[in-house]
C-alpha cells in the first residue's frame, strides 16, 4: 500500500476537521463538541466507538485479526488565552476566568493538530485492513493541560474495559522545527512534574521593632535562594531538573511584618531518584533555614505537595523509538527525522506507559510546526517562533498535519504488519 498517496487524498479534508477544531476551542474539562466531533469522525471509519469516557474522552476501537494492540492518544484540551494569530480560521471563542475576568479561548498547544492527526490515522488505517493485523486503540484524551485527563481515563478502567495495549504511541507539536520533520529520542523526553504550597510562618509585630518579631519575609527570602542550590549543588549538572518559585504572596504594609507568607512552586525532574531526592531536599532547606532564625518547632514552614498536578517523566522506549524513526525516515525521508531535545515541561501521556502490570512499550515523538519560510526568517533575524502556549503560535496546517498522520499511521503499520 502507498502511504503517501493514502494521506495525501485525506489532506485536504483534515485539514477542514482541523481547521474547525481550531476555530471551536474547548478548555480542560469541557470538550464536549470535540469529543462529539472525533467521536463521529471515528464513527465514520466504521469503528466501535465509546463517548464520553472519563469526562469528554473518545475511546474507538478498530480490531483486525490476531496481532498486537497499539494506543494512539490525541490530547484534546485548548488554554485560556486570546487568539493573535490573525489566521481567517482563528478562535473568536470567550470565557470568564477564576477571577471573573472575560478571556479568550485558544488551541496554542496544538491539540487540534494531534486530534486531526487521529481522525487522519483512523481513516487510513481503517481503508487499509490488509496491510495490518491487530488492534488499534484511538484515544482521544480531555484534559492534559491540567494533567487530569489520563488519571480520569484510567481510573474510570480504560484498559480493563478496552484492553492493554503493548504499544503506545502520541506526537506533539514543536515550533522550533520546520512543519515537514519530525524529533525523537529514546529514553526521557518531557520532564515529570510536582508542585509545593510553602507555608513560610513567623511572628508578626511592627516593621520597626523587628527584634520582638520572626519575620517570615526574610526567611521566605533565604528559603527562596537556598532552594536553587539544590539543583545547582545537590543535582548531578548532568541531570535535568527545575525548581522554580512562581508565586509569593505575603504582608500588607511597610510597617507590618507579617505572620505568614505562602510560596508556590513547580519542580521538574526526568527520574524518580531526583524527584525524591528533591522532596527531601525541599523540606529540609525550609526546616533548617527556619531553625537558624529561631523560629520555634511549632511554627516551621509548611511543605505540602499538590498531588493533582503530579506526573511521572515521559519516557520513551528505544524498542518502539527504532519503529517510530524507521517508519519516518521511509515515509518523510532520513533528512527529515532528527534526534529529540528533552523537554522540561510535562505530560500525562506519562502515565499510560506505567498503568499495566506489565511493560506497555511507549513513544511521544514531536511534530515541526513552523513554515519553513516562517522558520528562515526567524533563524535570519536570530528570533524564535511564537513557543506553545503562546498567542501567536500558528502552525501551517498542510505539511504539519501530513507529517503528523504519515509518522502516526506508519508506525501503527509497522508495528501490526
Ligand atoms: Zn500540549
Avoid at 17 to 44: F, W
Avoid at 97 to 124: F, P
Avoid at 279 to 297: H, K, N, Q
Avoid at 361 to 369: L, V
Amino acid at each position: 500500500m502507498d502511504l503517501k498517496a493514502q494521506v495525501l487524498a485525506e489532506l485536504e479534508d483534515l485539514i477542514g476537521v482541523y481547521k474547525k477544531l481550531h476555530a471551536n476551542p474547548e478548555l480542560s474539562g469541557q470538550e464536549a463538541e470535540s469529543c462529539k466531533l472525533i467521536a463521529d469522525e471515528l464513527e465514520a471509519c466504521g469503528i466501535a466507538v465509546t463517548r464520553n469516557f472519563g469526562g469528554h474522552g473518545v475511546v474507538g476501537v478498530l480490531e483486525n485479526g490476531d496481532g498486537p494492540t497499539v494506543m494512539v492518544r490525541g490530547d484534546m484540551d485548548a488554554l485560556p488565552i486570546t487568539e493573535e494569530t490573525g489566521v481567517d480560521y482563528a478562535s473568536s471563542v470567550k470565557t470568564t476566568d477564576s477571577s471573573g475576568n472575560e478571556v479568550g479561548v485558544m488551541h496554542a498547544c496544538g491539540h487540534d493538530i494531534h486530534m486531526t492527526a487521529l481522525v487522519g490515522a483512523a481513516r487510513v488505517l481503517s481503508k487499509c485492513k490488509g496491510s495490518w493485523k491487530g488492534k488499534v486503540l484511538f484515544v482521544g484524551q480531555p484534559a492534559e493541560e491540567v494533567g487530569a485527563g489520563a488519571k480520569r481515563m484510567l481510573a474510570q478502567g480504560l484498559f480493563e474495559k478496552f484492553g492493554y495495549p503493548d504499544y503506545c504511541l502520541a506526537t506533539h507539536v514543536i515550533p522550533q522545527i520546520e512543519a515537514s520533520r519530525i524529533t525523537v529520542k529514546s529514553g526521557p523526553v518531557m520532564a515529570g512534574i510536582f508542585q509545593l504550597k510553602i507555608t513560610v510562618r513567623g511572628v508578626g509585630g511592627h516593621g520597626a521593632i523587628p527584634h520582638e518579631c520572626k519575620d517570615p519575609i526574610v526567611l521566605a527570602a533565604r528559603i527562596v535562594t537556598s532552594l536553587q542550590t539544590i539543583i545547582s549543588r545537590e543535582i548531578n549538572p548532568l541531570t535535568p531538573a527545575v525548581i522554580t518559585i512562581g508565586s509569593i504572596h505575603g504582608g500588607t504594609r511597610a510597617n507590618i511584618i507579617p505572620a505568614e507568607i505562602v510560596m508556590e512552586a513547580t519542580v521538574r525532574f526526568s527520574d524518580p531518584d531526583t524527584e525524591n531526592h528533591i522532596l527531601e531536599a525541599v523540606e529540609r532547606t525550609c526546616r533548617f533555614e527556619a531553625l537558624s532564625m529561631g523560629i520555634p518547632e511549632n511554627l516551621l514552614p509548611v511543605v505540602e505537595v499538590d498531588e493533582t498536578m503530579r506526573l511521572p517523566a515521559t519516557i520513551n522506549d528505544s524498542d518502539l523509538v527504532d519503529i517510530v524513526r524507521e517508519a519516518a525516515e521511509e515515509n518523510i525521508g532520513t533528512e527529515n527525522v532528527l534526534e529529540a531535545e528533552m523537554l522540561m515541561v510535562s505530560e500525562d501521556f506519562s502515565l499510560f506507559r506505567t498503568a499495566g502490570s506489565k511493560k506497555i512499550y511507549s513513544c511521544m515523538f514531536f511534530t515541526g510546526a513552523t513554515s519553513a519560510k516562517e522558520f528562515n526568517l526567524s533563524r535570519e533575524q536570530k528570533s524564535k517562533p511564537p513557543s506553545l502556549h503562546n498567542s501567536r503560535f500558528c502552525p501551517p496546517p498542510e505539511p504539519t498535519i501530513k507529517t503528523a498522520v504519515t509518522v502516526m499511521t506508519g508506525s501503527v503499520l509497522k508495528i501490526l504488519r
